[in-house]
């Protein structure tokens, strides 16, 4: 890997090189030089297909912070000696950052303090990006969150998959072709002109986020291969699926997965308090929507691989994405009894 660093004009002799962190799509690297920390990244290509496109949303996205805001924390790519995004060597992207110092991460939301603290990272990112012009940059995964799209493909597993499997998994088909209106509601926002674009982060996880070692406060958001334009709903309702529910995505105990109200209210007052007052009344008006539609999203993506044969989500024994289609199940049917109560504490967030 030397030559890698050399080509970042690292000193790579007297660098230490080990693996880091706990994502699952990217090669990461913790490289330790004489004076600096880096986090050295392999690009995960058949994820992203044109990582070009992820170097220039971020080369647009840091200019713009770093004219507006110089002081805010954004993790910008370091160019290579020939002033590129990437080095780019048979067929793999690397790239480059500095280490956030005095940073660590976490993989389960065991505090509101937690999803107060990254929801406010995240929606912080959000509108400090608005005002970039977002007619120069593309999406690094087209329609990756296009429940429309999601839902065709649904469809399709549907028609080819056998009939042993389908029964097999009657009672959650049926549930989420009984809930296909989130799809029409998703439609409709996407056709509202009034309903704009922005910066999001989509991927919203807790471990994108950096905490500060010494306050627990957030320090900033990482994991950037998806910053592209789209909609708040994505950002806030990941954050209302995963920091909310009680039990991990992979947990069977299914009568436990259920909404945390307080976790909610944290996640709420985190991202509302950053972007509240630059909402569109389309915009405010959708907060409700965001958890059911990217819970509903996920689950129909696990059945969706499910009905395929598992050949996107990993597993590890049979019917795991069974499994964890029943898991979202459960947490948007706690979310739909809950849904009166959660409205409430949008309304008293939002005032
Ligand atoms: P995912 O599975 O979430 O898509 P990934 O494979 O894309 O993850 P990252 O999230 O970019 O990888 O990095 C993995 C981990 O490395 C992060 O969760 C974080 O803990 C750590 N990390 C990444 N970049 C930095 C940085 N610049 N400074 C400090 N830690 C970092
Ligand atoms: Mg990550
Ligand atoms: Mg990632």
């Not at 699952?24 to 986090?39: H, S």
Request: aromatic share 10%; hydrophobic share 35%.
């Amino acid at each position: 890997m030397q030559h890698i660093l050399q080509a970042f004009s690292l000193e790579s002799n007297d660098s230490e090189i080990q693996k880091f962190g706990s994502g699952l799509i990217n090669d990461t690297f913790l490289i330790v030089a004489a004076n600096e920390k880096y986090i050295l990244q392999k690009i995960n290509t058949e994820v992203f297909q044109n990582p070009e496109i992820i170097g220039k949303n971020l080369y647009e996205a840091d200019k713009h912070l770093k004219t507006l805001y110089p002081t805010y924390l954004f993790i910008s790519q370091i160019k290579t000696s020939d002033g590129e995004n990437f080095f780019v060597e048979n067929g793999n992207y690397w790239r480059l950052t500095k280490f956030i110092d005095n940073s660590y991460s976490i993989n389960t939301v065991n505090e509101p303090e937690m999803a107060f603290e990254a929801a406010r990272a995240f929606g912080e990112l959000t509108v400090k990006l608005q005002g970039l012009d977002l007619t120069k940059l593309k999406p690094s995964i087209p329609r990756f969150h296009d429940l429309s799209l999601r839902y065709e493909q649904f469809k399709l597993a549907l028609q080819n998959a056998s009939p042993a499997l389908k029964a097999a998994s009657k009672t959650e088909i049926d549930f989420y072709e009984s809930n296909n209106g989130y799809v029409e509601t998703f439609r409709k926002i996407q056709q509202d002109e009034t309903y704009p674009n922005r910066m999001i982060h989509h991927d919203t996880k807790i471990n994108n986020v950096l905490f500060d070692k010494q306050t627990q406060k957030s320090l900033c958001v990482c994991d950037l291969d998806t910053l592209m334009p789209g909609k708040i709903i994505s950002d806030l309702g990941d954050m209302v699926r995963t920091y909310s529910s009680a039990e991990s995505e992979e947990s069977t105990e299914f009568e436990h997965v259920k909404i945390r109200l307080t976790y909610i209210e944290a996640l709420m007052n985190g991202y509302l308090g950053k972007l509240k007052k630059n909402l569109t009344p389309s915009e405010k008006e959708s907060l409700i929507f965001a958890g059911p539609f990217m819970i509903y999203m996920q689950g129909l993506r696990f059945l969706t691989d499910h009905l395929n044969g598992d050949v996107y989500y990993q597993i590890s024994y049979k019917n795991q994405n069974l499994n964890r289609a029943k898991n979202q199940q459960a947490l948007l049917e706690d979310y739909q009894l809950n849904q009166t109560k959660i409205a409430t504490i949008i309304a008293a967030t939002l005032s």
